[in-house]
């Protein structure tokens, strides 16, 4: 007798592999690691430094928190807080070349989303990505937030939708614009560690799902687009949206979905109000932030959340046998 059983994924972790450490250990400019008093200290502009820990980003480890956690699968994606996307091509290549490398050689439960330069982006480093065997390619919030930042990505986002694969939408700065340029370095150190992320990545996917509402969709009708961090609650705007002149509808958009971390049941019981439940994603930001406490992945609808995901991804929707 066949048992089945729902396929459990985090859409959204991070791992700080070696490789990529060492390329940002290499730089002299931001962003750059630096070894200080034993410590693996991260420095990038707009924000505070931040400690990597690089015992507990070993890959087994990683796995076994997936294991600990009761999942299947996490997928592994850039952190565009960084900065990396937005360099110039040659820098950013090194870098992102380290992330992939470093990220698909990792063995266990892991799946990866790709990363492109912003700089003279091309169709190309989308096939590249995805013939690695990428699940899909994700960008940073600031990189779409605006008609012509999309204008200038669609021909990447043209290739994922020929290729049918999905855009993971992460805050994050793009190349030009106000969302883009980062405070003065220094800047942002009189402010609580937690402001950056409360404020420019939240106006950030906030951003980023106005544009794509605006002029995404009519360009992209077939592409998957997964916002993360529910897209800073950019959907609770909806009615803001109506009345002030935008899209009059209110129809959740099926092929939009929506991951859920650092966002707890108020956000995502306000969420599924709006966008319905078939839409939104479970994940963590693992390391940036833990996942709930132990036995809340357990009350989850994982049958109801592996279908969503399933579909997210471009894949077939269905249990997956034991």
């Known amino acids: 007798m066949l048992l089945w059983r729902p396929m459990r994924t985090d859409v959204h972790q991070h791992l700080w592999s070696e490789p990529l450490v060492e390329q940002l250990a290499a730089r002299a400019e931001l962003p750059f690691v630096r070894l200080e008093r034993g410590l693996t ?61 470093g990220a698909l050689s990792v063995e266990g439960p892991f799946g990866v989303w790709g990363a492109i330069a912003l700089d003279r982006p091309d169709p190309h480093d989308v096939d590249h990505a995805l013939d690695r065997g990428c699940v899909g390619l994700s960008l940073p919030a600031g990189a779409l937030a605006g008609s012509e930042a999309l204008l200038a990505l669609r021909g990447v986002l043209d290739r994922l939708e020929e290729r049918g694969a999905p855009l993971f ?40 799902w106005l544009a794509f ?11 998957r687009v997964i916002f993360s961090t529910l897209a800073g609650l950019a959907p609770l705007q909806a009615e803001r949206l109506s009345a002030r002149g935008g899209p009059g509808h209110l129809a959740p958009d099926p092929l939009l979905f929506y991951e859920t971390s650092s966002y707890g049941p108020l956000a995502i019981a306000a969420m599924e109000s709006v966008v319905g439940s078939r839409q939104l994603l479970y994940g963590s930001d693992r390391p940036v932030l833990e996942p709930s406490a132990e036995g809340d992945l357990a009350r989850l609808d994982w049958g109801l959340l592996s279908e969503v995901t399933l579909r997210a991804l471009g894949q077939p929707t269905g249990l997956a046998a034991l």
Do not use: F, K
């Open 41 to 101: 200290v991260l420095y990038l502009a707009g924000e505070r430094p931040y400690v990597i820990d690089r015992v507990a980003e070993e890959p087994a480890r990683r796995a076994a928190l997936v294991e600990r956690d009761g999942l299947d699968r996490a997928l592994l994606c850039l952190s565009s807080p960084v900065g990396i996307e937005r360099l110039p091509r040659e820098q950013a290549a090194p870098l992102l070349e380290a992330y992939l490398a």
């Open 169 to 208: 939408v992460h805050p994050g700065p793009g190349l030009d614009g106000p969302l883009a340029r980062p405070a003065a370095d220094g800047a942002s150190l009189a402010e609580p560690l937690w402001w950056p992320a409360l404020t420019q990545y939240v106006s950030g996917l906030q951003a980023a």
């Open 213 to 223: 509402q605006a002029v995404g969709r009519p360009d992209h009708p077939r592409l």
